[in-house]
């Protein structure tokens, strides 16, 4: 029998922002441990919550980068249950009045595009974090009321692909919008998958099962692969799919289970009684949407429309968001699009690579990389030669100095070029008698020793084409 698989996700995300979500306590990723925390992350009795207002901002640009409607009114209501990395035995949420609903994403699959619907974005709190040891668990507080934002998906993915497709997206535009630093590996970015199976065609859905926590784009793919295998070879066998919570095993590839769900646990919500409900005002609201940054789809967009880029080298360069800024910076001065893409893209990032750099502490100011680029296209130094300058720019010098104290400005006067050809020619009549006889290498040969006896200064293309001319003189 075929089966059609069935995936919807949940993303808890860290917004980055100074202090947490209902106290002014400061909090930092790897902290000393509970030294991030105050009276009210720590439910002291008489402590009041009081709303981080940057923190409902940067919610609002997730609503409004994903297309979510927005509800003005903010409330939160309280998630009752018991746990040792939840202080007040309760978690401030918005189980009710969620600040957005009924958005979506496009992805592309394989050429394709596909919407994936999101249900809601609400705000919450974080938990502390424990730390489970042979015979006894601690616990940090510094996470205790972190601020977070849930995403919930509709369960319109239907592959490992897609899944990690979504979340990739996700996380390239909420890296964009800058409300998180989305490090899946620190736990700012926290994605629990939802994955059932039913009979092609069928409208009833499976039993779902949750697997928790995975923390990379890959081990997303992996894991949804691996669970929907793991239930279609159950079902084929006549066992019984249960409700169950899984965790991803990444040394073994398999998933493996952690509980059996029952049922739906109650939460008893109520409204949150100390925090009033707050009305957005049309003022913020379109404060926050006329300030929000450029998109990964729209900095796509402009790159192949303001630059010719191409889809494949519009697609590369906002993969990576520093590098985007930095082209961006780049293309202020450049004077040609596609040879400053390639100057950072290739020659740049490979001595970064090389150096144990990146883009972010690299002493090579864009400005300075545009010049070395303008440096090409007005034929100043040749592209070899340039690969020299840009070596000796990483210490931050400028490139103007260097080609200048190294003389290396290239020649492109005619004149000075002819008699350096006929130079050539004259000390070389066998390669002459080679070419006159067939052999392309001779004007390789012979473009080089121009090349080599002008120090590398003579333009190539203007070299090339005098040794051909003067060759065929002979």
Do not use: W
């Not at 720019?393 to 080609?403: E, F, N, Q, W």
Request: hydrophobic share 35%; net charge negative.
């Amino acid at each position: 029998m075929n089966y059609d698989v069935v995936i919807g996700i949940e993303i808890h995300l860290e917004l980055k922002t100074k202090t947490k979500m209902f106290s002014g306590a400061p909090y930092a990723f790897k902290s000393e441990a509970n030294t991030c925390v105050n009276e009210i992350d720590l439910a002291f009795p008489g402590t009041l919550p009081c709303v981080n207002m940057e923190a409902v901002k940067k919610a609002l640009e997730a609503c409004m980068a994903l297309h979510l409607d927005i509800d003005p009114l903010v409330k939160f209501d309280r998630k009752n249950y018991y746990y040792s990395d939840l202080p007040k035995g309760y978690q401030i949420t918005q189980q009710f009045h969620p600040i957005g609903r009924n958005g979506y994403i496009d992805i592309n699959v394989e050429g394709k595009t596909k919407r994936i619907r999101i249900n809601r974005i609400h705000m919450e709190e974080d938990t502390a974090k424990q730390f489970h040891l042979f015979d006894e668990t601690l616990i940090d507080f510094n996470r205790a009321d972190v601020p977070l934002i849930e995403l919930v998906s509709e369960p319109d993915m239907s592959s490992g692909l897609e899944a990690s497709l979504y979340v990739e997206k996700l996380r390239q535009t909420l890296l964009y919008l800058d409300v998180s630093d989305v490090r899946m590996e620190e736990g700012s970015m926290r994605c629990d998958v939802n994955i059932s199976i039913k009979p092609e065609g069928s409208d009833v859905f499976g039993t779902k099962v949750e697997i928790k926590n995975l923390n990379s784009i890959n081990n997303i793919k992996l894991a949804i692969d691996y669970e929907a295998n793991r239930q279609k070879e159950a079902l084929e066998k006549g066992e019984t799919i249960y409700q169950e919570t899984r965790r991803f095993d990444e040394k073994t590839g398999i998933t493996v289970s952690m509980r059996k769900k029952e049922g739906a646990v109650d939460y008893k919500y109520f409204p949150e009684p100390n925090i009033f409900p707050i009305l957005l005002s049309d003022e913020m609201l379109n404060e926050v949407r006329n300030n929000m940054p450029e998109l990964p789809d729209q900095k796509h967009d402009r790159y192949i429309k303001e630059y010719g880029l191409s889809d494949a080298e519009a697609s590369t360069l906002i993969q990576n968001k520093e590098m985007s800024l930095y082209y961006d910076e780049m293309m202020k001065k450049a004077k040609n699009a596609k040879s400053a893409l390639n100057l950072l893209m290739s020659e740049l990032q490979g001595l970064l690579v090389k150096n144990n750099q990146n883009i972010t502490n690299t002493k090579v100011q864009s400005e300075s990389l545009a010049i070395l680029s303008n440096m090409i296209e007005d034929k100043e130094i040749s592209g070899k030669q340039a690969k020299d300058v840009l070596e000796a720019m990483l210490d931050g010098s400028d490139p103007r100095k260097i080609v200048k104290d190294r003389g290396m400005k290239q020649v492109s006067d005619e004149g000075a070029i002819l008699s350096i050809v006929n130079a050539v020619l004259d000390e070389n009549p066998n390669s002459i008698a080679d070419y006159k006889g067939g052999k392309d290498r001779a004007m390789g040969f012979l473009v080089g020793q121009v090349m080599k006896k002008s120090k590398g200064q003579a333009n190539p293309q203007m070299a090339s084409k005098l040794v051909k001319q003067e060759l065929d003189k002979r």
